[in-house]
């Protein structure tokens, strides 16, 4: 090392430890370095990418004050806690972030004793800060400092709120950190986005509420003795005037901001005396969603939200890598979200009643290019799901005929509006579900695992899922002319099959579904559901290399389900197998086999594939559906193993198999 290269002092940090003792230029001088190692690592893997350069500073600041693990550091979401990997221990092992058997791409609980909370959903770090402290304070546990960093995109959601009303209520003791960059994954909306944004951008209020208090109590011939008099009720007109923590200091928070949050040292002061309150404070900070990435910086609010998370390969040397020239190479197919988002584009201009909904997704759901084309016919909610579907409801009731676009994960937070509004009621609501089934590196808080059982077993609810991309926007145009009740649409993430798209969409017969294989030696039929339908087509052909004929069937409709069409499979053939990319408890298989069950049994066997119980884990989609045993082969081999061992004998397997009539299957 040269004497003018400066010693890198993020090679000594082992753990939040190594940093207490540090003054501010060295703490400075780490986050610089936390910054550069993440472009740098991210940049070749892939990951989230913005938030993260956003919060080095305030890693740095908060570990430096804090004694982690026994003080307690929640971080939002954890898309932003890099950083907070980086100090914890896990530098060296950044580069396996996201993929199979490397570091999770959120806080885990499993990975680290500095993760005090593994969630990959927003809005939830307040609340759980009020929990650990009450819990503290009620002797349960060693007594410790909490300090919860949310994201003014999550504040979006109103789990917060509740939060913050009830450690306001009950006086709790913990510091709000408001992670200020006016963005989640997209430019945040809403009134409460708009209040922050003129926070942030007038500073000065706070300091000049303070002067005009101090100002009057000093004005001569007795007056300023007056307005002191007035006490509380001059202080709150003040205040009510002033102060742009008006609305936090009213749920009896105290407010401090608006805190630099790429300055150390401010971090540092305003943090400290947070700490020292000993009650509810939030420090409003302000950062810059890819700081020092000049491409996210000078590219402002697009610049931003391009990189939320960088592809791999994506920065080479600190810079964007150059694209690499096609040469020629045939075309991709395109994504399911693209096709979902330009087929809603076409619904809306075919039919003025269709309404596009999303909940600070937009351009995760497609919903962006209905957005551009036709912006009045677009609504995004903030990150706030039930407000989503009771909206939709809303919209319903008055004759529209609304489409809400959330994945399958988030949309688990809006199941009482689905239960009790939606379905309820019979209303025409369309929930379009994107990143049905596992979703690869960003694991199990974002898998779309659930939602095939935790919808089907709701009263007044059709629910449905593509085999390719013409068939999603069959499915599309055909919710959308439902109008019986809610309908419900999931489709995977990524690349759809490729096939052409149709020209004019088709209304489908609800509950109906379709042979797309068959002959008539065939022992075997493979009933799928959704991406189930591929891996039966894959399976057939495998088994037809080894001489063994199979039927294969689209269900097309989970519910209401095909009963005649099961009917048929099961009696014309020894073994029926049911392909979901979903959890086996309650989901499409189960309903097969209750189907059958209730018609009075036969005597065909039922093998069930779909995702086993229990939660998978992240990486590549590949390698989980072969953990998973959701694989064309691995089908192929289940079902020539169970043709041999002769239809007398149970087969379990890992997803389960029984006749109709027997004990359901676990």
Same mark, same amino acid.
């Given at each position: 090392?040269?004497?003018?290269?400066?010693?890198?002092?993020?090679?000594?940090?082992?753990?939040?430890?190594?940093?207490?003792?540090?003054?501010?230029?060295?703490?400075?001088?780490?986050?610089?370095?936390?910054?550069?190692?993440?472009?740098?690592?991210?940049?070749?893997?892939?990951?989230?990418?913005?938030?993260?350069?956003?919060?080095?500073?305030?890693?740095?600041?908060?570990?430096?004050?804090?004694?982690?693990?026994?003080?307690?550091?929640?971080?939002?979401?954890?898309?932003?806690?890099?950083?907070?990997?980086?100090?914890?221990?896990?530098?060296?092992?950044?580069?396996?972030?996201?993929?199979?058997?490397?570091?999770?791409?959120?806080?885990?609980?499993?990975?680290?004793?500095?993760?005090?909370?593994?969630?990959?959903?927003?809005?939830?770090?307040?609340?759980?800060?009020?929990?650990?402290?009450?819990?503290?304070?009620?002797?349960?546990?060693?007594?410790?400092?909490?300090?919860?960093?949310?994201?003014?995109?999550?504040?979006?959601?109103?789990?917060?709120?509740?939060?913050?009303?009830?450690?306001?209520?009950?006086?709790?003791?913990?510091?709000?950190?408001?992670?200020?960059?006016?963005?989640?994954?997209?430019?945040?909306?809403?009134?409460?986005?708009?209040?922050?944004?003129?926070?942030?951008?007038?500073?000065?209020?706070?300091?000049?509420?303070?002067?005009?208090?101090?100002?009057?109590?000093?004005?001569?011939?007795?007056?300023?003795?007056?307005?002191?008099?007035?006490?509380?009720?001059?202080?709150?007109?003040?205040?009510?005037?002033?102060?742009?923590?008006?609305?936090?200091?009213?749920?009896?928070?105290?407010?401090?901001?608006?805190?630099?949050?790429?300055?150390?040292?401010?971090?540092?002061?305003?943090?400290?005396?947070?700490?020292?309150?000993?009650?509810?404070?939030?420090?409003?900070?302000?950062?810059?969603?890819?700081?020092?990435?000049?491409?996210?910086?000078?590219?402002?609010?697009?610049?931003?939200?391009?990189?939320?998370?960088?592809?791999?390969?994506?920065?080479?040397?600190?810079?964007?890598?150059?694209?690499?020239?096609?040469?020629?190479?045939?075309?991709?197919?395109?994504?399911?979200?693209?096709?979902?988002?330009?087929?809603?584009?076409?619904?809306?201009?075919?039919?003025?009643?269709?309404?596009?909904?999303?909940?600070?997704?937009?351009?995760?759901?497609?919903?962006?290019?209905?957005?551009?084309?036709?912006?009045?016919?677009?609504?995004?909610?903030?990150?706030?799901?039930?407000?989503?579907?009771?909206?939709?409801?809303?919209?319903?009731?008055?004759?529209?005929?609304?489409?809400?676009?959330?994945?399958?994960?988030?949309?688990?937070?809006?199941?009482?509006?689905?239960?009790?509004?939606?379905?309820?009621?019979?209303?025409?609501?369309?929930?379009?579900?994107?990143?049905?089934?596992?979703?690869?590196?960003?694991?199990?808080?974002?898998?779309?695992?659930?939602?095939?059982?935790?919808?089907?077993?709701?009263?007044?609810?059709?629910?449905?899922?593509?085999?390719?991309?013409?068939?999603?926007?069959?499915?599309?145009?055909?919710?959308?002319?439902?109008?019986?009740?809610?309908?419900?649409?999931?489709?995977?993430?990524?690349?759809?099959?490729?096939?052409?798209?149709?020209?004019?969409?088709?209304?489908?017969?609800?509950?109906?579904?379709?042979?797309?294989?068959?002959? =008539? !030696? $065939? %022992?075997? #039929?493979?009933?799928?559901?959704?991406?189930? +339908?591929?891996?039966?087509?894959?399976?057939? *052909? /495998? &088994?037809?290399?080894?001489?063994?004929?199979?039927?294969? =069937? !689209? $269900? %097309?409709? #989970?519910?209401?389900?095909?009963?005649?069409? +099961?009917?048929?499979?099961?009696?014309?053939? *020894? /073994? &029926?197998?049911?392909?979901?990319?979903?959890?086996?408890?309650?989901?499409?298989?189960? #309903?097969?086999?209750?189907?059958?069950?209730?018609?009075?049994?036969?005597?065909?066997?039922?093998?069930?594939?779909?995702?086993?119980?229990?939660?998978?884990?992240?990486?590549?989609?590949?390698?989980?559906?072969?953990?998973?045993?959701?694989?064309?082969?691995?089908?192929?081999?289940?079902?020539?193993?169970?043709?041999?061992?002769?239809?007398?004998?149970?087969?379990?397997?890992?997803?389960?198999?029984?006749?109709?009539?027997?004990?359901?299957?676990?």
């Amino acid at each position: 090392m040269s004497e003018d290269t400066p010693e890198r002092l993020l090679d000594k940090v082992e753990g939040p430890a190594d940093l207490h003792g540090l003054n501010d230029l060295q703490l400075a001088q780490i986050a610089q370095e936390v910054r550069e190692h993440i472009i740098d690592t991210v940049g070749e893997v892939g990951g989230h990418f913005g938030a993260n350069l956003g919060t080095c500073e305030l890693a740095v600041a908060l570990h430096s004050l804090l004694d982690s693990p026994r003080d307690k550091i929640i971080w939002d979401v954890g898309h932003q806690a890099y950083p907070h990997k980086v100090l914890t221990g896990r530098r060296e092992r950044l580069s396996t972030i996201r993929q199979y058997g490397g570091l999770a791409p959120f806080c885990s609980i499993f990975e680290s004793e500095h993760d005090i909370i593994g969630a990959g959903h927003a809005s939830t770090s307040v609340g759980y800060a009020v929990g650990i402290k009450e819990a503290m304070r009620a002797g349960l546990c060693e007594d410790a400092r909490v300090v919860a960093v949310i994201g003014d995109g999550a504040m979006t959601g109103g789990v917060a709120f509740e939060a913050i009303s009830q450690a306001g209520w009950l006086g709790t003791p913990i510091v709000v950190v408001l992670n200020d960059n006016g963005m989640s994954i997209a430019p945040n909306v809403g009134a409460i986005s708009r209040y922050l944004n003129r926070v942030r951008l007038n500073p000065k209020l706070w300091h000049a509420r303070e002067g005009v208090e101090g100002g009057l109590t000093r004005l001569p011939a007795g007056i300023g003795a007056k307005f002191e008099r007035l006490g509380p009720q001059f202080k709150e007109s003040i205040k009510a005037f002033w102060a742009p923590g008006l609305w936090w200091e009213e749920l009896d928070w105290a407010y401090t901001g608006v805190i630099d949050g790429h300055d150390v040292r401010a971090l540092r002061i305003a943090v400290r005396e947070a700490l020292a309150a000993e009650r509810p404070v939030v420090v409003h900070i302000a950062t810059v969603k890819g700081k020092g990435f000049a491409p996210a910086e000078d590219g402002g609010l697009e610049g931003m939200e391009k990189w939320h998370a960088a592809k791999p390969l994506s920065i080479t040397n600190g810079k964007v890598t150059p694209p690499v020239p096609s040469n020629g190479a045939p075309k991709a197919p395109p994504q399911y979200t693209q096709v979902f988002g330009e087929a809603l584009l076409a619904e809306c201009r075919r039919d003025e009643r269709v309404i596009g909904i999303t909940a600070a997704m937009n351009t995760g759901t497609g919903l962006n290019i209905l957005q551009q084309a036709m912006p009045d016919r677009y609504f995004d909610v903030g990150i706030a799901e039930q407000q989503a579907i009771l909206f939709a409801c809303g919209l319903a009731l008055q004759g529209a005929r609304p489409v809400a676009a959330i994945y399958s994960t988030f949309l688990q937070r809006a199941y009482d509006e689905i239960v009790h509004d939606a379905c309820l009621q019979k209303l025409p609501v369309v929930f379009a579900m994107d990143r049905g089934g596992l979703v690869g590196d960003d694991g199990p808080t974002h898998h779309g695992a659930f939602d095939i059982a935790y919808l089907r077993c709701l009263p007044n609810i059709v629910l449905m899922a593509p085999r390719d991309e013409a068939m999603l926007v069959h499915m599309l145009h055909t919710a959308i002319a439902c109008e019986a009740g809610p309908t419900a649409i999931r489709y995977p993430r990524g690349e759809a099959v490729g096939v052409p798209l149709p020209s004019v969409p088709e209304v489908l017969p609800i509950g109906v579904g379709e042979i797309l294989r068959s002959s =008539a !030696d $065939a %022992r075997v #039929a493979l009933l799928g559901y959704g991406t189930g +339908v591929g891996k039966a087509l894959g399976a057939a *052909e /495998l &088994l037809a290399e080894d001489g063994i004929a199979a039927t294969v =069937a !689209d $269900a %097309r409709f #989970a519910k209401p389900i095909d009963s005649g069409l +099961v009917a048929q499979l099961a009696a014309e053939h *020894e /073994l &029926l197998v049911t392909i979901e990319e979903g959890v086996l408890a309650g989901g499409f298989g189960s #309903a097969v086999w209750e189907t059958l069950n209730e018609a009075g049994g036969a005597s065909t066997r039922i093998i069930r594939v779909g995702l086993p119980d229990r939660y998978i884990t992240h990486g590549a989609p590949a390698l989980l559906h072969e953990e998973v045993g959701y694989t064309a082969e691995r089908i192929a081999a289940r079902v020539a193993a169970a043709l041999a061992d002769g239809a007398s004998r149970f087969d379990p397997g890992e997803h389960g198999g029984s006749r109709p009539g027997a004990a359901a299957p676990s």
